[in-house]
């Protein structure tokens, strides 16, 4: 785990997995010398030319509030288009449990998107059922984002997690239709960042003048702060995520807000600087 404060507000990471992936399989452009050439400040991120990636939650603790951000791919999942995702069985649950994060402490669990990778731990498998995993949180998804995947009927990698880990939650009842902006408390906000999908959100962090952003996958890995035209297969709007990534990256350049990226490895968290007529991502 890392952890972070921000004000009042404290940010603690819960790692489910570090995957090691050759950087074109998130981004064409990024082949191995690409990636090498791209100099020292890019290497905590890479490994030999490849990319160094988390899925991890992040847990925001703010006026009282516990509210986790992503819920990573879950296990027992049938992903067979993500065959290294594929019927997991990771100890994620009795991890963060030992971290002193009980399932029932959850009071929020906000989805930056409905892709298989942020929504996976929304369930669980219970008696050959898929069950919130979250009894006491409510589940917030912004209602352009499950407008789309509700009527999706495409590709099961993309249907399935619906399936399994999104409907069976607003079955029970626990899901909330939000707006791409609404705020959670008084330190926490969500902040539209569309694009990779149609209601793609990331999270702002305001505490006693300290502040913070948490990504989400508008920007997947940090080479794409250097070069934010560098566009995601998995973008719904190719155009538009390029557009968000230019616009975030030049709204938080040189500015004290701490951004934590949703598939940062340690160290996940930094600062946006310009450095020698580019952009990079500091830790």
């Known amino acids: 785990m890392s952890e972070w404060k921000l004000g009042d507000v404290k940010?603690?990471?819960?790692?489910e997995?570090?995957?090691?992936?050759?950087g074109t399989a998130v981004l064409k452009q990024a082949t191995a010398d690409v990636v090498k050439g791209e100099g020292e400040w890019l290497e905590p991120f890479c490994k030999d030319g490849r990319f160094r990636l988390s899925i991890h939650a992040l847990l925001v603790e703010s006026e009282g509030k516990r509210i986790l951000v992503d819920t990573c791919?879950?296990?027992?999942k049938k992903r067979p288009g993500f065959k290294e995702w594929n019927e997991m069985?990771?100890?994620f649950l009795q991890d963060i449990e030992k971290a002193g994060v009980s399932?029932?402490?959850i009071d929020m669990v906000i989805c930056t998107h409905l892709h298989v990778d942020h929504?996976?731990?929304?369930?669980?498998?219970?008696?050959?059922?898929w069950k919130p995993t979250f009894p006491k949180a409510r589940y917030l998804m912004v209602n352009k984002e499950w407008d789309h995947w509700s009527k999706f009927d495409g590709s099961p990698d993309f249907r399935n997690p619906i399936d399994d880990s999104v409907r069976p939650v607003i079955d029970a009842g626990k899901a909330e239709l939000i707006d791409?902006?609404?705020?959670?408390?008084?330190?926490v906000w969500l902040e539209a960042t569309p694009g990779h999908t149609p209601g793609h959100t990331s999270v702002r962090i305001s505490s006693r003048g300290e502040n913070g952003v948490i990504t989400g996958d508008m920007i997947h890995h940090p080479i794409q702060v250097a070069h934010p035209d560098w566009i995601c297969e998995f973008?719904?709007?190719?155009?538009?995520a390029s557009e968000t990534r230019k616009a975030f990256v030049q709204r938080y350049c040189d500015q004290p807000v701490l951004v934590l990226g949703t598939h940062f490895a340690g160290p996940t968290a930094g600062h946006i600087v310009r450095r020698n007529g580019g952009y990079r991502f500091e830790a």
Do not use: K, Y
Request: hydrophobic share 30%; no cysteine.
């Open 73 to 76: 791919v879950g296990n027992d």
């Open 11 to 15: 940010i603690t990471r819960l790692r």
């Open 89 to 91: 069985h990771l100890p």
């Open 17 to 22: 997995q570090e995957p090691v992936w050759p």
């Open 180 to 187: 791409p902006n609404s705020r959670l408390t008084g330190e």
């Open 119 to 129: 929504v996976g731990w929304n369930t669980f498998l219970d008696a050959g059922a």
């Open 103 to 105: 399932r029932d402490s």
């Open 235 to 240: 973008d719904t709007d190719p155009q538009m």
